[in-house]
């Protein structure tokens, strides 16, 4: 299937809001944060409609030890290492862990678990980024019009490697004007 971006929907981040809660329910004190990021959490921002929540860990808990919780809730690890000391689990779209609690619909879209050890930079450099986003107008205006451009190069081939590489330069510049 080629990638697609889609307008925002505000919809996304309330839906992010009872992924979180569900997940503090399921881990209770054994994550720090529990931080919704990527492009889905930045209002206005067109996105793939799949939510990413990163999961940072206490220091003592290891990533793999948290896998098979998840696995019960239909979640999958799709073999996808892209940083040391990270798990990426996806789920689609579906009933809520807890879907009889009062504090919302059943279902939730698909989304993106990354459940990060304690100390990694990368969760943080993808708040710092989703806040730049969220900041400046303009760098968001140009992030949108990057992945439009990507999208249009590589989407029809579903070339997420380059689709995914071709930001890394930005988002890169981004986190180092931050850092001046």
């Not at 881990?27 to 799949?50: C, F, N, W, Y």
């Not at 993808?126 to 900041?135: M, T």
Request: proline share 8%; charged share 25%.
């Amino acid at each position: 299937m080629a990638i697609k971006l889609f307008s925002h929907d505000p919809d996304w981040i309330k839906q992010a809001e009872l992924l979180i809660f569900d997940l503090s329910r399921l881990l209770g004190d054994k994550a720090s944060r529990i931080d919704h990021v990527g492009s889905t959490a930045v209002p206005g921002l067109s996105a793939k409609p799949k939510l990413h929540i990163d999961i940072t860990l206490r220091p003592d808990i290891e990533p793999v030890s948290l896998c098979p919780p998840f696995y019960l809730f239909g979640y999958a690890n799709p073999g996808i290492v892209r940083r040391e000391g990270e798990i990426q689990l996806t789920r689609p779209a579906g009933r809520r862990m807890f879907p009889y609690l009062p504090c919302g619909r059943p279902t939730l879209m698909a989304h993106r678990l990354c459940l990060c050890r304690s100390g990694r930079t990368a969760s943080r450099h993808r708040r710092n980024f989703r806040d730049a986003l969220r900041s400046d107008p303009v760098t968001a205006a140009n992030y949108q019009q990057l992945k439009q451009e990507l999208v249009a190069r590589f989407g029809p081939a579903e070339d997420w490697e380059r689709y995914n590489s071709g930001k890394t330069s930005f988002i890169t510049n981004v986190l180092s004007q931050l850092r001046t």
